[in-house]
């Protein structure tokens, strides 16, 4: 091809590839193609770097102005029509690749450009940066770009207002302050609302309902009104069983030695069975505890015994009472009718109960009093060589055996799932035995003797005598392998059954013991007497923790109730006292509600039973006449 032709055919393309813009042509009238001569072309050639140079500064002024309003004014949206049109007239609006024109052209733009400046970035091309820069301007410069960019996106700041800022970026070339490092996420619009989406339709039912199942009852019960889907789950058995044994549940005891053998009352737990409604459960053990801390409870008097009752002991199904008349009775806890009597009456006088009538409540008074009708007296039973001689001053039974100690200086076993079989009876103290207790292995008794005994419990041998308190042991607790005993000589002792030696003790102020408990967890000592008031040790350290005040006479008995967190205790004040175990104070008051001294009281999660000197026992049931409440019996 020779020179003519080829510049004839270069003039062409020029043409073909310049806009159209107002500023090169002057006349502002479209061009028409011609043919070019070969004169044509060298004059053109030689005017080409002023005219493309002109061209350049016209097009990236249209176009940046153009960009800058139509980003500014909708950045959200598609570019308008005449956007594209203008867009499309030029060669920033084409895609493909550069002609030898728009190389040379950059070029020659690009060494016109001051050493140290850089071209900010537009919406079509990047930005242009020179590599005469220090190093790491650039890199920085391109960062803060991005940044600006996305903040844009993310704030909607005019571009306006991004450029008064480009200026603020620090020239930092070595560390990197100033250059904001972000991720995908930190760009989203905080604006948007928040999506919720309901979980019980996103995960399984199953999966719902074993969350629900942490929840407290407050927040189930709420859950319930949600919907009628939450309500369907919210009232799943399982998650109200979760919530009723969190409740009421029994608590964790540090080893198997430590947890009491022998069970006085019940639980409250209900039995497990598959359509065991949970919710209700939980609603009349609320239900309970409110009439516990209202003092709302019904007075139901047991009368059979001809003189006063020592000693008492219940379950869910029977009543247990020892008395001064030498027998053992036992009643049915739901009748309370007397179904068993255990021993011969001493002969003389019966002892005549004063009327109920002259009872005066000056605590809480019953929301209601009965008197349980009397029934046909049952058989007595009686072995004339293993029945107790004197009166019954202690007694404790499991589900197996029934243990009784009586002012004749014995102990005898009976067994339970024989129809209340006699035994076996134990011989070794010099005075009346005063209180008993036993656990898988052992059996403890104390004595007036001053005395305590270690018995094996299978074969009824005498394993050890702990001797060590000056007056008459009243009242004893084991735990494990150790003991725990209270006396008249003013102190409380804490034995090892192991070596025999009294490792602690803990005094009262100035008078004896009358009774004692010992905690579960084995951590707790509380001891009452003539004193008026209930000590509460620490056993580890023989430490006095706090006092309970209350009474106005010698506490006679005390019972703790660690499954229900209460503290019950009996007075010659002929009261009957709850306290709060964990805070100590006062929840019920129940004085008066029976004409003589009170001498022994054990609760469970709705009655108290009480033993008075007035030959009577009296059942505070805080669950008579509560729809449902059978079903916490286990």
């Given at each position: 091809?020779?020179?003519?032709?080829?510049?004839?055919?270069?003039?062409?393309?020029?043409?073909?590839?310049?806009?159209?813009?107002?500023?090169?042509?002057?006349?502002?009238?479209?061009?028409?193609?011609?043919?070019?001569?070969?004169?044509?072309?060298?004059?053109?050639?030689?005017?080409?770097?002023?005219?493309?140079?002109?061209?350049?500064?016209?097009?990236?002024?249209?176009?940046?102005?153009?960009?800058?309003?139509?980003?500014?004014?909708?950045?959200?949206?598609?570019?308008?029509?005449?956007?594209?049109?203008?867009?499309?007239?030029?060669?920033?609006?084409?895609?493909?690749?550069?002609?030898?024109?728009?190389?040379?052209?950059?070029?020659?733009?690009?060494?016109?450009?001051?050493?140290?400046?850089?071209?900010?970035?537009?919406?079509?091309?990047?930005?242009?940066?020179?590599?005469?820069?220090?190093?790491?301007?650039?890199?920085?410069?391109?960062?803060?770009?991005?940044?600006?960019?996305?903040?844009?996106?993310?704030?909607?700041?005019?571009?306006?207002?991004?450029?008064?800022?480009?200026?603020?970026?620090?020239?930092?070339?070595?560390?990197?302050?100033?250059?904001?490092?972000?991720?995908?996420?930190?760009?989203?619009?905080?604006?948007?609302?928040?999506?919720?989406?309901?979980?019980?339709?996103?995960?399984?039912?199953?999966?719902?309902?074993?969350?629900?199942?942490?929840?407290?009852?407050?927040?189930?019960?709420?859950?319930?009104?949600?919907?009628?889907?939450?309500?369907?789950?919210?009232?799943?058995?399982?998650?109200?069983?979760?919530?009723f044994w969190r409740e009421f549940g029994l608590p964790c005891f540090p080893s198997p030695d430590n947890m009491p053998i022998v069970d006085v009352g019940g639980f409250g737990l209900g039995k497990e069975r598959p359509d065991q409604n949970w919710k209700r459960m939980w609603k009349i053990r609320k239900a309970l505890q409110s009439r516990w801390t209202s003092s709302s409870a019904a007075a139901i008097y047991l009368e059979g015994h001809r003189d006063s009752v020592y000693c008492v002991q219940f379950d869910e199904h029977k009543i247990v009472t020892g008395s001064r008349d030498r027998t053992v009775r036992v009643w049915d806890a739901h009748t309370y009718k007397c179904i068993k009597v255990l021993g011969v009456p001493k002969p003389g006088n019966i002892h005549m109960n004063e009327p109920l009538a002259n009872v005066t409540s000056r605590g809480r008074k019953p929301t209601i009093s009965i008197t349980a009708s009397r029934h046909e007296e049952p058989s007595f039973i009686a072995d004339p060589s293993l029945h107790h001689k004197g009166s019954i001053l202690c007694l404790q039974f499991d589900k197996d055996i029934m243990i009784t100690g009586s002012s004749d200086h014995t102990l005898i076993i009976w067994d339970i799932q024989e129809d209340y079989k006699p035994n076996r009876r134990l011989r070794h103290h010099k005075a009346g035995v005063l209180d008993v207790c036993f656990d898988a292995k052992h059996i403890v008794s104390c004595s007036k003797d001053s005395s305590l005994c270690l018995w094996d419990r299978q074969t009824g041998h005498l394993l050890r005598v702990l001797r060590g308190h000056r007056g008459p042991v009243n009242a004893v607790q084991l735990r494990g392998s150790l003991v725990v005993s209270a006396s008249g000589d003013g102190f409380a002792k804490l034995w090892n059954l192991e070596s025999g030696l009294c490792i602690k003790e803990f005094p009262s102020k100035d008078r004896g013991m009358a009774c004692v408990e010992f905690s579960p967890d084995s951590s707790t000592i509380l001891a009452g007497g003539n004193d008026q008031v209930i000590y509460q040790f620490d056993a580890n350290t023989g430490k006095r923790i706090r006092t309970l005040e209350g009474h106005r006479d010698l506490v006679r008995s005390l019972y703790l109730d660690s499954a229900n967190g209460r503290i019950i205790s009996g007075s010659y004040d002929t009261s009957v006292k709850a306290f709060d175990s964990h805070t100590g104070d006062v929840i019920c008051d129940f004085t008066g509600w029976t004409t003589s001294w009170m001498l022994a009281a054990k609760s469970d999660y709705r009655r108290i039973v009480a033993a008075s000197q007035d030959s009577r026992v009296v059942v505070m049931d805080f669950g008579y006449q509560l729809p449902g409440v059978e079903l916490l019996e286990g």
């Open positions: 091809m020779d020179l003519k032709t080829t510049l004839n055919t270069f003039y062409i393309e020029k043409h073909l590839e310049e806009p159209e813009s107002p500023i090169i042509s002057p006349s502002h009238e479209p061009r028409r193609l011609r043919k070019a001569s070969f004169g044509d072309a060298l004059c053109d050639l030689r005017s080409f770097p002023q005219r493309t140079m002109r061209s350049i500064i016209g097009l990236c002024d249209r176009e940046s102005s153009t960009a800058v309003d139509s980003e500014r004014d909708h950045p959200d949206q598609p570019p308008s029509p005449n956007w594209l049109r203008r867009a499309a007239s030029t060669s920033f609006g084409r895609s493909r690749r550069p002609s030898l024109l728009k190389t040379l052209t950059t070029h020659n733009s690009t060494s016109q450009s001051p050493v140290n400046s850089i071209s900010p970035s537009t919406r079509i091309e990047p930005s242009f940066v020179p590599c005469t820069v220090a190093g790491g301007t650039a890199a920085r410069a391109a960062a803060a770009a991005q940044n600006e960019k996305f903040e844009a996106k993310r704030t909607r700041v005019p571009r306006q207002d991004l450029k008064s800022t480009e200026s603020k970026v620090p020239n930092d070339s070595e560390s990197g302050v100033g250059i904001e490092v972000r991720g995908q996420f930190d760009y989203m619009d905080n604006t948007l609302p928040v999506v919720r989406r309901d979980p019980s339709y996103s995960l399984p039912e199953e999966l719902v309902t074993h969350i629900l199942s942490y929840l407290d009852a407050a927040s189930i019960i709420n859950a319930d009104l949600v919907s009628r889907r939450w309500h369907r789950t919210a009232a799943s058995s399982h998650v109200w069983k979760h919530i």
